[in-house]
């Protein structure tokens, strides 16, 4: 897009700059934060609140907030095997539909599973060698009810800095107190694990971290990470969202890839990103754990149950991840994530992290980003622009998401699109910072 002379609010404003605290109308508080956003909307600087017209795919079609069209290759859908309209699934989905109906009336706890989802559950245990699974309805809800059920006042979280909001919420609204450390800082843990277990012999430690951090497609030392807390009596939850299914040899994910499968204390997890559907799980090796989630989880007991359509479709798509086709996929995903990797960084960007589902890239001030977001967008490429506060001040970055669908033309595609938004904004970013 040309350059052009903008207001400084949508070029370097965030969001949280616009809440106004002050208003007795609790709804008028978000009022010049919404006034913001469409002043973005109507100078095309928002990529966000995207809306499909179709089926997920490589490429789609869509509108924006404003219900302007949108259509090219796809970059910003969580799709990564490429299962959402594989036809077993879709078979699947229709069986469950005729036989349990849609819907499952009910918590966990009371009249609210079926047989597909306790099965779902015998099989994700199975899958990840642990002694038992339980299934929830979303992976945040899995997420964020594990540790609310594991730890309370007077016990201690250990959180990696970077994890997932919903295990940040959920550790802050523990009544637990709670130590971000470090991003995947094994000494970081190492030293306040000594801390905490010279100063509070007898208090309960959970450490929180993930299997790819989705912000910048890392790993921790998980092996690492579990012997210091068998050492010190504390519990490590691993949430495997991004990488399960999708990584490893057999898709057991970073897990598999650092020989640790079966041996982590609680392993939890989204199936939205490889398995084509809501859901989530927690899973794990100690007796009590199943229960407690059942009956004392607010995000498991007090919701409801896993849609019947939903467990068909996790299970159809765990068939396929444990097959050959799904190692021929998890091979095109690779192959893809490489591909655009190296042709972003031979374009001049900044890509962050390790070779998963996610190309983190690096965009730097929100001018800037948000510029370059703009003209891939109206040149034929959706992408997902990751703002502050999710990423420090000036610290944005597209999150594209791969899928096995992709084609090698698709990635070249998109890898030009991106390289002339950058050419193009390049002498304009110097204006900027000269100014």
């Given at each position: 897009?040309?350059?052009?002379?903008?207001?400084?609010?949508?070029?370097?404003?965030?969001?949280?700059?616009?809440?106004?605290?002050?208003?007795?109308?609790?709804?008028?508080?978000?009022?010049?934060?919404?006034?913001?956003?469409?002043?973005?909307?109507?100078?095309?600087?928002?990529?966000?609140?995207?809306?499909?017209?179709?089926?997920i795919g490589?490429?789609?079609?869509?509108?924006?907030?404003?219900?302007?069209?949108?259509?090219?290759?796809?970059?910003?859908?969580?799709?990564?095997?490429?299962?959402?309209?594989?036809?077993?699934?879709?078979?699947?989905?229709?069986?469950?539909?005729?036989?349990?109906?849609?819907?499952?009336?009910?918590?966990?706890?009371?009249?609210?599973?079926?047989?597909?989802?306790?099965?779902?559950?015998?099989?994700?245990?199975?899958?990840?060698?642990?002694?038992?699974a339980?299934?929830?309805?979303?992976?945040?809800?899995?997420?964020?009810?594990?540790?609310?059920t594991?730890?309370?006042?007077?016990?201690?979280?250990?959180?990696?800095?970077?994890?997932?909001?919903?295990?940040?919420?959920?550790?802050?609204?523990?009544?637990?107190?709670?130590?971000?450390?470090?991003?995947?800082?094994?000494?970081?843990?190492?030293?306040?694990?000594?801390?905490?277990?010279?100063?509070?012999?007898?208090?309960?430690?959970?450490?929180?971290?993930?299997?790819?951090?989705?912000?910048?497609?890392?790993?921790?030392?998980?092996?690492?990470?579990?012997?210091?807390?068998?050492?010190?009596?504390?519990?490590?939850?691993?949430?495997?969202?991004?990488?399960l299914?999708?990584?490893?040899?057999?898709?057991?994910?970073?897990?598999?890839?650092?020989?640790?499968?079966?041996?982590?204390?609680?392993?939890?997890?989204?199936?939205?990103?490889?398995?084509?559907?809501?859901?989530?799980?927690v899973?794990?090796?100690?007796?009590?754990?199943?229960?407690?989630?059942?009956?004392?989880?607010s995000?498991?007991?007090?919701?409801?149950?896993?849609?019947?359509?939903?467990?068909?479709?996790?299970?159809?798509?765990?068939?396929?991840?444990?097959?050959?086709?799904?190692?021929?996929?998890?091979?095109?995903?690779?192959?893809?994530?490489?591909?655009?990797?190296?042709?972003?960084?031979?374009?001049?960007?900044?890509?962050l992290?390790?070779?998963?589902?996610?190309?983190?890239?690096?965009?730097?001030?929100?001018?800037?980003?948000?510029?370059?977001?703009?003209?891939?967008?109206?040149?034929?490429?959706?992408?997902?622009?990751?703002?502050?506060?999710?990423?420090?001040?000036?610290?944005?970055?597209?999150?594209?998401?791969?899928?096995?669908?992709?084609?090698?033309?698709?990635?070249?595609?998109?890898?030009?699109?991106?390289?002339?938004?950058?050419?193009?904004?390049?002498?304009?970013?110097l204006?900027?910072?000269?100014?």
């Amino acid at each position: 897009m040309p350059f052009e002379p903008m207001p400084q609010d949508v070029l370097n404003g965030v969001s949280t700059d616009y809440y106004d605290a002050q208003p007795v109308g609790l709804m008028d508080r978000w009022q010049p934060m919404t006034d913001w956003a469409d002043a973005r909307l109507a100078a095309k600087l928002e990529p966000y609140c995207k809306v499909n017209v179709g089926r997920i795919g490589p490429r789609v079609l869509g509108r924006d907030r404003a219900g302007r069209g949108l259509s090219g290759i796809n970059m910003a859908s969580q799709d990564y095997l490429s299962l959402g309209s594989h036809p077993k699934l879709l078979a699947a989905a229709a069986a469950a539909a005729r036989r349990f109906g849609v819907h499952s009336a009910g918590s966990p706890a009371q009249m609210g599973l079926t047989t597909l989802a306790t099965s779902l559950e015998e099989r994700i245990a199975e899958f990840l060698s642990l002694a038992d699974a339980t299934v929830f309805s979303t992976g945040w809800g899995a997420g964020y009810g594990a540790i609310r059920t594991l730890v309370r006042e007077g016990d201690h979280v250990l959180i990696d800095v970077l994890a997932n909001a919903c295990l940040h919420e959920a550790a802050s609204a523990s009544g637990a107190l709670v130590h971000r450390f470090s991003h995947c800082s094994t000494e970081a843990v190492a030293a306040r694990l000594d801390w905490l277990r010279e100063n509070e012999p007898f208090a309960g430690i959970l450490v929180v971290t993930e299997g790819v951090f989705s912000m910048n497609s890392d790993m921790p030392d998980l092996a690492a990470l579990q012997a210091i807390c068998r050492r010190h009596d504390a519990t490590l939850c691993v949430d495997v969202a991004h990488d399960l299914g999708v990584m490893g040899e057999t898709g057991r994910g970073v897990i598999e890839m650092q020989g640790m499968t079966g041996q982590i204390d609680v392993v939890m997890g989204s199936f939205s990103k490889a398995f084509a559907s809501n859901g989530g799980f927690v899973a794990s090796n100690h007796p009590a754990l199943k229960l407690a989630l059942r009956y004392a989880c607010s995000t498991h007991t007090l919701t409801n149950a896993l849609s019947p359509v939903q467990a068909a479709v996790v299970l159809a798509a765990l068939d396929i991840v444990e097959s050959a086709e799904g190692a021929e996929r998890r091979a095109r995903l690779m192959d893809n994530s490489l591909r655009l990797r190296d042709g972003l960084t031979k374009g001049g960007f900044q890509v962050l992290g390790q070779p998963s589902a996610i190309v983190p890239v690096g965009l730097g001030r929100h001018s800037r980003a948000r510029r370059l977001t703009a003209d891939v967008l109206a040149h034929g490429a959706l992408v997902n622009l990751v703002e502050h506060p999710v990423v420090a001040r000036n610290g944005c970055r597209w999150q594209l998401q791969i899928m096995a669908d992709h084609s090698a033309d698709d990635i070249d595609a998109f890898v030009a699109i991106a390289e002339a938004a950058r050419m193009q904004m390049e002498p304009y970013s110097l204006i900027e910072a000269a100014s």
